[in-house]
């Protein structure tokens, strides 16, 4: 390892979230990232494996924050279980995060491999927090139906919180779009 | 085109399926395929683009009966109309047919790139349901949220169909897996 630069990794982020919005995703290097903000391709190096990782370096912690989500809720049915854990999506994307995460939107789907790679991820997380739900006792199919449909929420939710204009917290967002679901799926519901 | 082979389709896909469950699927080539019927690699291509094709290449009618399925729905609420939808399932897979799609399953489990390449066919699926709820006046995040919902519900149940020993229909498994579905979010299911 060579000398720590402070910042670094928080810097190196933006600078290619700014390059891959501006310049195109496949037209930057890493060498170009480090460049602007001063660093050595070998500096972006020790940060990311490689230049996608910058885009989804995070999810590791996105999906443990689902996962110990589950391990945490109190005991209750299945779904307030994933309701709970979908609570984690409030630490990890407060709304002054949100510029951020709107502007790594915009790349992802402007190309259609990091489309692929998120939809991939969403998958992972999703098989995580059936498996978590399972540590809990829940039996098959209710977990893996759990933790798909909080995933579902939480995906459309997601892109809510990042439309133009929308001002609620990701919170509001996502206790909207469970109670839309269980009217969805409510029998009384049927018309 | 050149001269038109009786069942050519038919007899490649069999012996394509069983080559890639004994060679493995990288190790296996269109020519290996045409050879093991007796037909040509160019008779091989006038069929398939490629032989990931041979894996894939009925989801198109699959996706069709699916969409369709939303066209022809009595006028219902939504999850209903999903629940009509998803009866195309057992016109496109019969009980019959159960011993192929096991092979086709057991060699994109051993794949990485077709679990993706699946994985990311069911979501268009799901986009192109959500978009035939639209057309039928289900407003939004309803008509996302039934569509990621039945697909759920139909890789849940597709993927119970496969496992040893099952009996059952696919149109038996779904009806179950949406009761638990409806189960799972119905608030008087709260404990």
Do not use: C
């Not at 050595?40 to 230049?51: G, M, N």
């Not at 589950?70 to 979908?86: E, F, K, N, R, T």
């Not at 992972?124 to 739900?133: F, K």
């Not at 909207?176 to 269980?182: A, I, P």
Request: aromatic share 8%.
């Amino acid at each position: 390892m060579g000398r720590w630069e402070p910042g670094a990794r928080e810097r190196l982020m933006e600078a290619a979230l700014q390059l891959y919005a501006t310049r195109g995703y496949e037209a930057t290097t890493a060498a170009d990232i480090a460049q602007a903000v001063g660093l050595t391709e070998r500096t972006f190096f020790r940060h990311f494996a490689d230049k996608r990782e910058v885009i989804f370096g995070g999810q590791e912690l996105f999906e443990q924050l689902f996962v110990d989500g589950i391990a945490a809720a109190p005991d209750a049915a299945p779904m307030d279980m994933v309701a709970s854990a979908l609570g984690a999506a409030e630490e990890f994307f407060p709304d002054e995060r949100r510029p951020h995460s709107r502007l790594r939107q915009t790349i992802i789907d402007a190309h259609p491999g990091l489309q692929e790679r998120e939809l991939l991820k969403l998958t992972a997380v999703a098989a995580s927090l059936a498996e978590a739900l399972r540590r809990r006792g829940v039996p098959e199919p209710q977990a893996t139906l759990a933790a798909e449909s909080g995933m579902t929420v939480f995906g459309i939710s997601f892109r809510q919180w990042l439309a133009d204009g929308e001002q609620r917290s990701i919170g509001d967002i996502q206790r909207g779009v469970l109670e839309e679901l269980r009217a969805l799926t409510h029998p009384a519901g049927r018309s």
